[in-house]
DNA sequence: CCCTCGATCAC
DNA sequence: CCTCATATCGAGGG
């Protein structure tokens, strides 16, 4: 295959950005958008914050009460979630980027790829006049700026977006590669969390540029195959997964804080029915059905357990989903005798289009 | 190959 | 003080 040209557009700071919208009043003041446990009437963590809170280290994954102290000394507004807010918008920019590519990728609700190789015909020069109008477009029609990255592959191109933010637009070619990846640190490839950082720093890796003189049988034995050689390309710059249209999901859960820390199943089966309608709700919108079901539970030591069952036949039914959840949270609160709980879910796997088709039992009944 | 489960990532 | 949602992988068991 000739070479390609990807796009990887990224809303700055989004659902901040949304408020900022709706809220001109607020613009240039620290906006924190919350997520808010309804246990005490602060706790919760920070979802987003504009670049104004950031300026005080306010940002996503710290406590509400961590991110008040450290705005004290100026005027914030802190906001509840309003994910109707920011679908919306979301929504609407996508569909005018899928219009751009070839193909479309929407990796979350502010992140998508585009496939612009026929359309600036293969050329480096006309795919920045397309990211251009891109951004343009997308501040234009819904004020929302974003930080876009061109490159030959989804991989570079998604690093170049991180390049530069808010606002900015980064080409990356090829043969840039080299000089972009010396002294970058290794976390900056996406999949690099803290863990995998901590492996390479093992083996004397921080840097990109070092990672790359790594031989691929040492990264397999140390991260298996499939990772392992992910980073050995990963550190040259290569990457040939394609952008693919992600039409339907394939899991829902849905997973929330109990008003008190319990180990009591009547105490925590009206949260559960209502995480099940939750997501029930969800699984109709996507006119799909689900062959597993999974109980999430998080103690109060913040530990994560799941137990999953596997259907005799895929469902929809409320029923189905209450009763298998239910039973496994009787049986996991039964195993673990010390267990106390702080939150559950549920998880919807297995997932598949829901076939017009009636059911074996009614069709032999008929 | 399928199922279950924990881990990881990144949001 | 500690949210929420999705995808993927590898191990272990069958």
Not at 5 to 33: M, N, S, T, W
Not at 155 to 164: E, F, G, Q, R, W
Not at 206 to 230: M, Q, S
């Amino acid at each position: 295959m000739t070479q390609r040209i990807i796009i990887h557009a990224d809303l700055d700071y989004f659902y901040a950005q949304c408020e900022e919208i709706v809220r001109p009043e607020l613009r240039g003041k620290p906006i924190v958008v919350c997520v808010y446990s309804g246990r005490t009437a602060e706790s919760g963590v920070v979802s987003t914050s504009n670049y104004e809170a950031r300026e005080y280290g306010v940002k996503a994954g710290i406590p509400i009460a961590y991110a008040k102290k450290m705005l004290t000394s100026v005027q914030a507004t802190f906001l509840p979630m309003n994910m109707t807010l920011y679908e919306g918008v979301s929504s609407r920019i996508m569909n005018m980027l899928r219009t751009y590519g070839d193909s479309f990728e929407r990796v979350s609700i502010d992140e998508a790829y585009l496939d612009i190789s026929n359309l600036a015909e293969r050329n480096f020069d006309k795919a920045k006049g397309i990211a251009i109008q891109v951004k343009q477009e997308i501040l234009q029609k819904e004020q929302v700026t974003c930080s876009v990255g061109v490159a030959p592959n989804k991989l570079l191109a998604k690093m170049a977006s991180d390049y530069k933010k808010p606002n900015g637009l980064t080409i990356l070619q090829q043969g840039d590669v080299t000089k972009f990846f010396e002294r970058l640190p290794v976390n900056r490839i996406p999949g690099v969390g803290k863990k995998v950082d901590e492996k390479l720093n093992e083996i004397h890796v921080r840097t990109i540029d070092e990672l790359a003189r790594v031989g691929p049988v040492c990264l397999i034995d140390k991260f298996g195959k499939n990772l392992g050689n992910y980073l050995f390309q990963a550190s040259r710059g290569e990457d040939n997964d394609p952008v693919k249209d992600k039409e339907q999901p394939t899991q829902l859960s849905r997973i929330a804080t109990l008003k008190q820390n319990s180990r009591d199943p009547q105490e925590i089966l009206p949260l559960l029915n209502k995480l099940a309608r939750s997501v029930l709700e969800k699984l109709n919108e996507e006119k799909m059905e689900c062959k597993s079901v999974s109980l999430i539970v998080i103690l109060t030591d913040l530990s994560i357990h799941t137990k999953s069952v596997t259907l005799e036949s895929p469902t929809k039914e409320f029923e189905t989903i209450a009763e298998s959840t239910n039973t496994l949270l009787e049986r996991f609160i039964e195993s673990v005798p010390n267990a106390v709980i702080r939150r559950v879910g549920i998880r919807l796997s297995g997932l598949q289009r829901r076939t017009g088709q009636t059911d074996i039992v009614t069709f032999l009944q008929a």
